[in-house]
């Protein structure tokens, strides 16, 4: 037996397009003219950038959100 708890795995997310495994990596996102850099899962190949449910409909929603209220 090991002497500690063993770390969860993280799954491994790949490039629909590519089949490449996506890295961290700066992308833009923009939305009504406003570009915002964030860091997100993208393919080093491509550049297609992987935006999680939790992501979109969490803090980008609040983004937009405030976008348009203004």
Sequence with gaps: MSGGPREPAIPRLLCVKCRRELVPGQVTVSYLGKAFPIEL??????????????????????????????
């Design 41 to 70: 899962l993208k393919c080093p190949q491509c550049g297609v950038a992987y935006v999680s449910e939790a992501l979109a409909t969490g803090k980008m929603l609040t983004v937009e959100q405030a976008l348009e209220d203004k």
